[in-house]
């Protein structure tokens, strides 16, 4: 079985600081692939990244940044000078990668985590 | 430009009323998903299919059901709403391997009154 654990609710921050998302999983699968959403109050989710379980070169998008630790089955977002327009619901979610069409490439999703960006 | 579409986006209807939601696809995706999203955020799968004429129910058990005539259409009904049902629905599809993540559609906010 799948989990994803976003242990924190919700964040409130000021702007331009930094703020951290955690998200830690279970998986028994030794290939899976690993992903950020995020969902604005508008209720659309927009796809942030994805990783792949051989991948845990971490990454930087603007002011944005992942790490991935295999080795603790975490992976935390990262968001740097954060902006009144990041507010929004993060989810983490992971799927395992399979070919076959019985129960493969089900998203299995976090609780997400409100991150609220006050002025 | 988005690549999947649900209709409507809104819908305040009356207990008992038949609803169907609307999901299509241009990106030729044979996988696509239907979830639920109750007011505390969590999403739940509550259908999924990998092709035309296949459907199975997913994790979360729903009264509504779903239809895949064509690849590129994917619609929900509920034969009777009741306020039970109020939530947001959303709809993806993803390609084969899942690797590159779903699209999601902009939803549709039930509620039943």
């Known amino acids: 079985a799948q989990k994803v654990t976003q242990a924190q609710t919700e964040i409130s921050v000021v702007e331009k600081e930094d703020v951290t998302l955690d998200c830690v999983y279970e998986?028994?699968?030794?290939?899976?692939?690993l992903f950020w959403y995020k969902q604005p109050p508008s209720g659309e989710l927009v796809f942030l990244i994805r990783?792949?379980?051989?991948?845990?070169q971490n990454e930087i998008s603007g002011r944005y940044s992942w790490n991935f630790q295999k080795s603790t089955s975490s992976f935390n977002f990262t968001i740097t000078a954060s902006q009144v327009v990041d507010s929004a619901v993060y989810f983490c979610a992971l799927t395992r990668r399979s070919i076959l069409t019985g129960g493969g490439n089900k998203l299995t999703f976090g609780t997400g985590t409100q991150l609220k960006v006050e002025l | 430009e988005a690549d999947i579409y649900q209709t409507p986006r809104y819908l305040v209807i009356g207990t008992g009323k038949k609803i169907t939601l609307e999901c299509s696809q241009t990106?030729?995706?044979?996988?696509m998903y239907w979830y639920q999203q109750d007011p505390g955020m969590e999403l739940h799968l509550i259908h999924y299919s990998y092709g035309v004429n296949s459907t199975e129910k997913g994790d979360l058990s729903s009264e509504s059901t779903v239809s895949r005539i064509r690849t590129e259409h994917f619609p929900l009904t509920l034969e009777s709403a009741r306020p039970s049902h109020t939530s947001q629905y959303l709809c993806?599809?993803?390609?084969?391997?899942?690797?590159?993540?779903?699209?999601f559609g902009s939803g549709t906010r039930l509620t039943v009154v």
């Open positions: 990783r792949n379980s051989f991948d845990e």
């Open positions: 990106m030729g995706h044979d996988k």
């Open positions: 998986t028994r699968d030794t290939t899976y692939y």
């Open positions: 993806a599809s993803s390609e084969p391997f899942g690797g590159a993540g779903y699209t």
